[in-house]
């Protein structure tokens, strides 16, 4: 009978350090048999998107409160036309800012929870691949949110777009996006291990993202005013710099901050 308890102690055991041991096994291969950066991207990408198609988690949370943030700002800011297209670039903007919160968020939270951010740190180029996957992950949902709630507030405000313009906002708002998530996802892999990070978050995120945010603002005004399309292209080139920016020291930041945890 002891020997059958022992035995099954011993398998358990087994299984239990076999996630750790799958880094260093990965990691003992040669460079012809590891994975290159964008296929290890790819499948850290594809296993976060399968996870939350599963549950639908983050995406109904972010869509509905999206939603209500549209809704609530419009009975407090509609009074007439001229209002309503004054105020829905702020409308549009901070919606997907904190809509895009919830989500960044939730960024590191099973890898947290499943402990492997330790065993992925000793794979060669996993936090490079890391930081692109959580930066597409959070882009994906970051556009999602995006293409909910600028029709909403087009709709609800009742904001006149021509065709023509519809090219140069969805250029805008990809390019904001894009660099809140670039910021994001750093800090979210900043604030991994402490325990309020939904509270810090916005705190340490807002105060950086707003340089971009307050283009993205400008941008969007300066189209729903009909401008002339230059003065929009010199707003989404800055917005263009500022992403690479961003994308660029998140690289590099991020490969650090994972090496510090």
């Avoid at 291969?29 to 991207?41: E, I, K, S, T, V």
């Avoid at 995006?146 to 006149?160: E, K, N, R, Y």
């Amino acid at each position: 009978m002891s020997d059958r308890r022992q035995a099954r102690a011993t398998r358990r055991g087994a299984g239990e350090t076999g996630g750790e041991a799958a880094a260093p096994r990965a990691a003992s291969l040669g460079p012809g048999l590891r994975p290159g950066l964008g296929r290890q991207a790819w499948l850290l990408l594809r296993m976060d998107l399968l996870s939350e198609l599963r549950t639908l988690e983050t995406p109904l949370t972010i869509l509905f409160f999206a939603f209500l943030q549209v809704v609530i700002f419009t009975f407090a800011f509609w009074a007439d036309e001229d209002t309503a297209r004054a105020v829905a670039p702020g409308v549009l903007w901070v919606t997907i800012t904190f809509a895009g919160t919830l989500a960044i968020d939730r960024s590191f939270a099973k890898e947290q929870d499943g402990r492997t951010l330790t065993a992925l740190r000793l794979v060669p180029g996993a936090p490079r691949a890391l930081y692109l996957a959580k930066l597409l992950s959070n882009l994906t949902f970051l556009l999602m949110v995006v293409c909910f709630a600028t029709p909403l507030v087009i709709g609800i405000l009742g904001v006149s777009l021509e065709a023509g313009q519809l090219p140069l906002l969805g250029l805008t708002l990809l390019l904001g996006v894009l660099g809140f998530s670039a910021l994001g996802t750093v800090f979210s892999a900043m604030l991994v291990s402490v325990r309020r990070r939904g509270v810090l978050l916005p705190i340490v995120l807002y105060p950086v993202a707003i340089p971009l945010i307050v283009m993205g603002v400008k941008a969007t005004v300066t189209l729903l005013e009909r401008r002339p399309d230059p003065e929009v292209w010199s707003w989404l080139r800055l917005m263009t710099a500022i992403d690479v920016l961003y994308v660029v020291a998140g690289a590099w930041l991020f490969t650090s901050t994972l090496d510090d945890e």
